[in-house]
Nanobody
Framework: QVQLVESGGGLVQAGDSLRLSCAASGSTVTNYVIGWFRQAPGKERELVAATYTPSSTYYSDFAKGRFSISRDSARNTAYLQMNSLKPEDTAVYYC????????????WGQGTQVTVSS
């Protein structure tokens, strides 16, 4: 079982960058598919990006070209680099993990708030 703790959120202005971190414990991040999700007020949680292997990643359309997902096995941490932030990126961002081949995301962090002002 893996425990996930997000950090790095905050209040920024439009056009700024943030890097979110997802520190794992109890197991290694390389054993899982790691995903970043977000949930804005009044909206459903949505997938932002996922990393299946270091060379196999997925990005939602709104994240392509602006966000980058990665993982550092030495630090047992996954990251979400977010550039050119927009007010519509404001949400709580969650890190999640699932087993390869599974359709269900099994493990979740507590979330970190990202607020982008215009």
């Amino acid at each position: 079982q893996v425990q996930l703790v997000e950090s790095g959120g905050g209040l920024v202005q439009a056009g700024d960058s943030l890097r979110l971190s997802c520190a794992a414990s109890g197991s290694t991040v390389t054993n899982y598919v790691i995903g970043w999700f977000r949930q804005a007020p009044g909206k459903e949680r949505e997938l932002v990006a996922a990393t299946y292997t270091p060379s196999s990643t997925y990005y939602s359309d709104f994240a392509k070209g602006r966000f980058s997902i990665s993982r550092d096995s030495a630090r047992n941490t996954a990251y979400l680099q977010m550039n050119s932030l927009k007010p519509e990126d404001t949400a709580v961002y969650y890190c999640s993990a699932k087993f390869r081949g599974s359709s269900n995301w099994h493990y979740w962090g507590q979330g970190t708030q990202v607020t982008v002002s215009s």
